[in-house]
């Protein structure tokens, strides 16, 4: 069947697709028994886990910036030694430039403290004395498109609901409770979190909670005391009955009806970087309730649905047909090896939800290791901000998913990290402009963490900016260009320009080095992990030097510098391709990797989220698919190189075989996602739970359907054969243009193009290219006759 794409029809006002029924509901027949199972909401600033119990509910919070830890000068004082390091490392003296790396570059202290859970809320209705099966027609359920997350069932005829969601207008997570027969709502609400905090009654219908984190010591020292001050408000009201409060609860007995409205607050200050002990953390929650309390309950949900919805209905994805099972059953039988294509869409859409309620006002800080959802005092890497590939993951779907005011948290932190990391380039690293390495905090550490081996990577920063320019390049917002985005590009490649070193063969190079978190190992059998001009590093700056110099051009940047930019950019080595494997070369020298399966493919940024690898590049593209040929053969055949089984990893692999154009690859890693790395309420596990996976999964699925890297927008380029039937609507592609796509047994049947404004885009559907204009803001529609 012959498409004839470029028959094309004009109109000025935007044609509807006719849209399936979008499958947007998680749903269960039983109760969540453990965190994994339970369901999220949030508003970027509170997060909840509603476990949907119907005798002794869990609902356990999260405010964002609850973390241990305070700021602190970290950096190692290195400057004088970091010559002697780079002349060892370029000379091939790898093992005494490793230890006096060692010596030289630990940070003091040398870990950071973790994201804290704010506690749990528990609701015991006191009916242990039921039997489970005398409860009927149980079900919880998280609707995607209005952010509610509902508990029902039925005992003795009367139907009880709890309905949970966490308001951004408001700014505080909601909890309702009701029964469709007066006077049946009689339960304990308590609230309790392991260490440093209190909850009191102010009172019959008030509990306040106030807390102050105390740090421990630690294995490497630093600063031991109290630190952030936190505190929440929670208040109650009524519909019948009685209620009353006593230590850390609420009793209430026979209402019809009950509210509870909750908030939380630290004496945070993200301007500083730091707690600040002047903010009273209880006055915020008091301000926040009480303007709540203007309002009624109807009002309160109307103003959350319809924010919500704003957002999460710009995007329609429907492949094949919904399906009426629980989602964990649905899950289950992907798992065993069945399809169901309803359960991708769903996946792609809960990604979509998960960072708008991670990582949008009224919150401040991005989405970290685990979005806004942790119940640990100290969780798995601490549920920290991780910079060698994590925080990027976490906002690969932003742009591309039409949730570019999500990315706004992020591009704030990354220009706040500025300050700190210029002490961290001058005092570590003997440069100019700023740097950080492989994580940081709510603090701005900037420094060398965890250790020496993993922990230098100096070259974060230019791959964080490289996110603000991408959003520039999505929304066309050249105030944000000049104002936020250009500043901190030319300040992170102001450190790379005093950075690099020239090798022996002339080529200038960055050093130290490593490629996360790899190894590789020496002719003698040592490993090591520092190095000289890692491939990854190469790529990053080649981008950001390009980046720069056409930003450069639209805010007037003075000549001198885009010299420097285009001097360092006809030095630096070329990606290589190893001789032995006819892969993409890891490392400067072709080393052999120590984990052949390893969970990073950092070698592979050219290819993505970077462009540096493309089609046109014969020999690098093919060499880039043997390479994750090589990954996946160790991966599948040695248990202990199990790389790209963990969830995040296995996301890049979907987004790697989109790049490479091979739908049936990424198609098959779509499936393996949900198969062998997603938890029963659809999170991605490393494992433990870490959210980059889902992001990551939603970004992949994104770059089959349409990619803008290339300066062009290329339509369905990695769709599989089993995807036959779909559409999608409400993407997004560089030069700020929204696609809409549909398609029938495998073939483009019509696209909708809507520009922000005027402009003129080269389109590639399979071997058609061609250039059209669109008119900003009127929908241009092509399709076959």
């Known amino acids: 069947m ?59 919070v999260n405010e964002e910036s609850l973390w241990g830890g305070s700021k602190v000068d970290a950096n190692a004082y290195a400057a004088d ?56 027609d149980y079900r919880r359920d998280l609707d995607l498109q209005t952010g509610l997350a509902t508990t029902s069932y039925r005992i003795d005829s009367v139907k009880y609901t709890r309905e949970v969601f966490a308001s951004a207008p408001d700014n505080m997570i909601v909890i309702r409770l009701s029964a469709d027969k007066p006077g049946k709502l009689t339960f304990r609400f308590s609230y309790s979190r392991e260490q440093d905090a209190v909850a009191t009654p102010l009172s019959d219908h008030e509990l306040k909670i106030q807390g102050q984190v105390v740090d421990l010591p630690m294995a490497d020292g630093g600063e031991i005391g109290a630190h952030m ?17 006593n230590a850390n609860s609420f009793f209430v007995k026979d209402a019809d009806e009950v509210l509870f409205y909750f ?39 109307s103003r959350h649905i ?65 979005g806004i959802w942790n119940k640990e005092m100290n969780a798995a890497w601490s549920s920290d901000f991780h910079t060698n590939i994590n925080i990027q993951m976490n906002y690969w779907p932003a742009e ?44 701005g550490r900037t420094a060398i963490a965890d250790g020496v081996g993993w922990g230098t990577f100096p070259i974060a920063a230019a791959w964080l900016v490289l996110h603000q320019w991408d959003h520039y390049l999505f929304t066309n917002d050249k105030s944000y260009l000049k104002q936020e985005a250009y500043p901190s590009m030319r300040e992170a490649a102001e450190f790379i320009l005093g950075y690099l070193v020239e090798d022996h063969k002339g080529y200038l190079v960055t050093a130290p080095s490593n490629s996360p978190e790899n190894k590789y190992r020496m002719a003698d ?9 890692a491939t990854m590093d190469i790529e990053i700056i080649r981008e950001l030097f390009e980046a720069c110099l056409t930003a450069g051009t639209m805010v007037g940047e003075e000549t001198d510098f885009t010299k420097k930019l285009k001097h360092v950019l006809a030095k630096l080595p070329p990606i290589r391709i190893s001789p032995r494997y006819q892969t993409i070369q890891e490392w400067i020298e072709d080393y052999e990797e120590v984990e052949p399966g390893h969970r990073h493919m950092s070698h592979l940024f050219g290819l993505y989220p970077g462009k540096s690898i493309t089609s ?37 692999m979907i987004n790697f075989y989109a790049r490479l154009l091979d739908g049936e690859e990424a198609g098959k890693n779509v499936q393996a996602l949900l198969a062998k790395t997603t938890l029963n309420n659809l999170f991605n596990t490393h494992p433990p739970f870490q959210i980059d996976g889902n992001f990551g999964g939603t970004a992949g699925i994104a770059e089959m359907l349409i990619q803008s890297h290339n300066q062009e927008l290329h339509l369905l380029p990695a769709l599989p054969s089993f995807w036959s039937d779909g559409e999608i609507k409400g993407l997004r592609s560089r030069q700020g243009l929204t696609v809409d796509l549909k398609w029938s047994q495998g073939n483009l049947i019509s696209v909708t193009l809507t520009a922000d404004e005027d402009t003129t885009v080269k389109l590639r559907y399979k071997d058609h290219v061609k250039k059209v204009k669109v008119a900003g803001k009127k929908p241009l529609i092509l399709s076959r006759l």
Request: net charge positive; aromatic share 12%; hydrophobic share 35%.
């Open 2 to 60: 012959k498409v004839y794409l470029w028959s094309f029809i004009f109109m000025l006002s935007g044609m509807q697709l006719k849209a399936q029924h979008q499958d947007h509901v998680l749903w269960y027949r039983e109760p969540a028994k453990v965190w994994e199972d339970a369901l999220p909401v949030g508003n970027g600033r509170l997060g909840a886990m509603v476990y949907g119990d119907w005798n002794k509910e869990n609902i356990q």
């Open 81 to 136: 030694k970091i010559p002697e390091i780079q002349r060892l490392l370029v000379a091939g003296e790898i093992e005494k430039a490793a230890a006096l790396s060692e010596k030289e570059l630990k940070s003091s202290p040398l870990r950071i403290r973790s994201y804290q859970s704010f506690g749990n809320f528990r609701i015991d209705f006191g009916t242990e004395g039921f039997w489970r099966e005398q409860v009927i």
């Open 229 to 245: 001050k936190f505190a929440g408000l929670v208040q109650g009201s009524h519909k019948g009955g009685s209620m009353i409060t």
């Open 263 to 301: 908030t939380a607050a630290t004496d945070y200050d993200v301007s500083k970087l730091d707690f600040d002990h002047r903010i009273d953390p209880l006055a915020r929650c008091r301000a926040l309730l009480d303007q709540a309390q203007k309002q009624n309950y109807e009002q309160i949900l």
């Open 306 to 370: 319809a924010d919500h919805r704003q957002l999460f209905d710009r995007v329609v994805f429907n492949i094949g047909q919904p399906s009426d099972l629980p989602t964990d059953q649905r899950l289950k039988k992907v798992k065993e090896g069945g399809q169901d294509l309803s359960l991708i869409s769903l996946y792609f859409q809960y990604g979509r939800y998960l960072l708008m309620a991670s990582s949008r006002s009224p919150g401040v800080l991005p989405a970290n290791l685990q």
């Open 400 to 443: 591309v998913c039409n949730l570019s005011e999500t990315v706004v948290p992020f591009s704030n932190l990354i220009n706040a990290l500025r300050e700190p990391g210029r002490v961290t380039a001058r005092k570590t690293y003997n440069s100019s402009g700023w740097t950080m390495n492989h994580l940081t905090d709510p603090f």
């Open 525 to 533: 059998g040592k490993e090591f992990q520092l190095t000289y001009g």
């Open 616 to 652: 046109d590049k014969k020999d690098l593209f093919e060499a880039a698919r043997k390479t994750i040929a090589r990954r996946r053969f160790y991966n599948e055949n040695e248990s202990n190189r199990n790389g790209s089984y963990t969830g995040w990893s296995r996301a890049w």
